[in-house]
């Protein structure tokens, strides 16, 4: 069993994938990113199964994480461009995993985000930082390229901002990070577990059948803005949603002036103290 990250389900749905690595700012090997893409596989199932709702993607300690881990940039010296490759292709994996999970994602940053960790969060959707926390794409400084990471890191902060901060390697602090719109919101150091909580409160409450659908029309609306295929598409979601059962019960219950089903089971568990992972639950690979 791995020391290096932790996933967690807690009784509303919320899993908690952490990075566990504080005493290397968190930072990311091959290995690491092989168990952050089981942990996303698993979650992806249960999504799938109803199982979980949101995704909160954190880590221990100071740093958020570090980027590349010292001892992995030592051995990729000796690799081939095939082994090259195949890192990459799994650091891909990854990030493609996160940006299309079906849940609701949201990235917790303390601290300090660098190289690939500017790419996790990219992938998130919703970003909640601390005012301590700061992000650079950092690889242009060790003759490398945040290639991998560039089509979500710029879908973010825009193409114009990308070549600035890709080719400059300069650090964002919190609130240029905001601007950017590569973060949503910063909070002081003691608020963030707070607004970690009350985003899920927020997020909880919406409709299950809804967000998913809304989040996988997003990403086919990014794809393709303006065609006829895709105001079709946009027709359909609302017309299945409004004859599906939630979709009935979030009408009816709007119409009167009650909670709806999902909202009242979502609060019947009881939500963890702070935004930390309950401890119940078991360690690395649990989906229970």
């Given at each position: ?100 999970l079906p849940c609701v994602t949201v990235c917790r940053v303390q601290g300090a985000a660098f190289g690939g ?172």
């Open positions: 069993m791995s020391d290096m990250s932790q996933l967690r389900i807690d009784a509303r749905g919320v899993a908690w994938l952490t990075l566990t690595r504080p005493e290397v700012h968190n930072a990311f090997d091959d290995a690491l990113i092989g168990e952050l893409n089981a942990h996303l596989d698993q979650v992806r199932q249960a999504t799938d199964s109803g199982e979980v709702r949101v995704l909160v993607l954190g880590s221990e300690g100071k740093s958020f994480s570090a980027g590349a881990d010292l001892n992995w940039m030592k051995r990729m010296v000796d690799y081939s461009v095939d082994d090259n490759l195949a890192d990459s292709r799994e650091l891909s994996r990854l990030m493609h995993g996160l940006d299309s960790a500017v790419g996790l969060a990219a992938c998130c959707d919703i970003v909640i930082a601390s005012d301590r926390a700061k992000f650079c794409l950092s690889e242009v400084r060790i003759g490398l390229s945040p290639a991998v990471i560039s089509p979500y890191v710029q879908r973010a902060i825009g193409s114009r901002q990308m070549r600035r901060y890709a080719l400059s390697a300069e650090v964002m602090d919190a609130d240029t990070a905001q601007r950017l719109d590569l973060v949503h919101r910063v909070v002081a150091a003691e608020e963030l577990d707070a607004a970690i909580d009350a985003m899920l409160d927020t997020l909880l409450a919406t409709s299950p059948q809804a967000s998913r659908a809304t989040k996988g029309l997003l990403a086919e609306v990014a794809r393709d803005t303006d065609s006829d295929a895709t105001r079709e598409r946009t027709c359909q979601v609302i017309s299945e949603l409004r004859t599906s059962a939630e979709g009935q019960e979030g009408l009816a219950s709007f119409l009167e002036k009650r909670r709806p089903a999902w909202a009242d089971t979502a609060s019947s568990t009881s939500p963890p103290s702070s935004a930390s992972p309950p401890s119940s639950t078991s360690k690395k690979g649990s989906a229970s």
